[in-house]
C-alpha cells in the first residue's frame, strides 16, 4: 500500500496525558499536513512540513501541540496535557511540491477520545 | 469566520438522477478548489479539482462548475449511484499559500436505490 498511513486509528486517554500520533506519507511527498476534524465539521489545518522544515503552524496548535518529520519522513503530532476539546479525527494529507493543482492525498486519521 | 460555506447539510437524490452540490466562498485570493469525499472513518479523498482560469472541469460523472463573479462552485453527479452515499468536502487554496486547504463543513449525500 502506498498511501498515507496514519497510525494509530483509534486512541483513548485520559485527560491530562500525553498521546503521540504518526503519520508515514507517500514516499515522493515533499509536503505533509496535520489536520484537524471535529464532529459536523470540515477538516482544520493544523500544521505543515516542506521536507523536515516546519513551515507554518495555525493559531489552533496551542502550545501544548508539538509536531516533528525528522529525515524528512514520517512526522509525529503530540499533543500533551490532553483536555476533553482535544478529542477530535486527526488527519495527516501528503502532497509534492509541484505546484499549483498538486492534490493533498489523506491517510485514515486517528481518532482520539480524551475521557 | 467561515471562508468556505456548504449551506446544506445533507441532500437526497434517487439513483439515476443528477446531485448537485454546493459551495460558498468569501476569499478572493482563492484560486484553487477541489471536492473531497468522505466515507465513515475513512480519510477524505480527493474528487475533481478546477482552477480559477477556468469554469469548467469534467471527469466522467464528475463535473464541477466555477463562478467567479459570484464565488460560489459547485459539484454535479449525473448519473448518481448508491457509492456515491458519502460526505462531500468543499475545498479552496492559493498560490502561495503551500496549498494548504480550506474546507466547508460538508454535505452529506444520499443516494437513495
Known amino acids: 500500500d502506498t498511501g498515507v498511513s496514519q497510525n494509530p486509528r483509534h486512541k483513548i486517554t485520559k485527560r491530562g496525558q500525553n498521546v503521540t500520533f504518526r503519520c508515514d506519507p507517500i514516499?515522493?511527498?515533499?509536503?505533509l499536513y496535520w489536520y484537524r476534524q471535529t464532529l459536523g465539521q470540515g477538516p482544520e489545518f493544523l500544521t505543515y512540513?516542506?521536507?523536515?522544515?516546519?513551515?507554518?503552524k495555525s493559531r489552533l496548535l496551542s502550545d501544548r501541540f508539538s509536531a516533528e518529520r525528522p529525515k524528512g519522513s514520517f512526522s509525529t503530532l503530540e499533543i500533551q496535557r490532553t483536555e476533553q476539546g482535544d478529542s477530535a479525527m486527526y488527519l495527516c494529507?501528503?502532497?509534492?511540491?509541484?505546484?499549483?493543482?498538486?492534490?493533498?492525498?489523506f491517510g485514515q486519521g486517528t481518532r482520539l477520545t480524551v475521557v | 469566520d467561515q471562508q468556505v460555506k456548504q449551506n446544506s447539510p445533507s441532500l437526497s437524490v434517487q439513483e439515476g438522477r443528477i446531485s448537485i452540490l454546493n459551495c460558498d466562498y468569501t476569499n478572493s485570493m482563492f484560486d484553487y478548489f477541489l471536492w473531497y469525499k468522505k466515507y465513515p472513518a475513512e480519510g477524505p479523498t480527493f474528487l475533481i479539482s478546477i482552477s480559477s482560469i477556468k469554469d469548467k472541469n469534467e471527469d466522467g460523472r464528475f463535473t464541477v462548475f466555477l463562478n467567479k463573479s459570484a464565488k460560489h462552485l459547485s459539484l454535479h453527479i449525473v448519473p448518481s449511484q448508491p457509492g456515491d452515499s458519502a460526505v462531500y468536502f468543499c475545498?479552496?487554496?492559493?498560490?502561495?499559500?503551500?496549498?494548504?486547504?480550506?474546507f466547508g463543513s460538508g454535505t452529506q449525500l444520499t443516494v437513495l436505490p
Open positions: 494529507a501528503s502532497s509534492s511540491i509541484l505546484g499549483p493543482g498538486t492534490e493533498a492525498f
Open positions: 514516499s515522493e511527498h515533499n509536503r
Open positions: 475545498a479552496a487554496d492559493y498560490w502561495g499559500s503551500a496549498r494548504q486547504l480550506t
Open positions: 512540513f516542506q521536507n523536515e522544515a516546519q513551515l507554518e
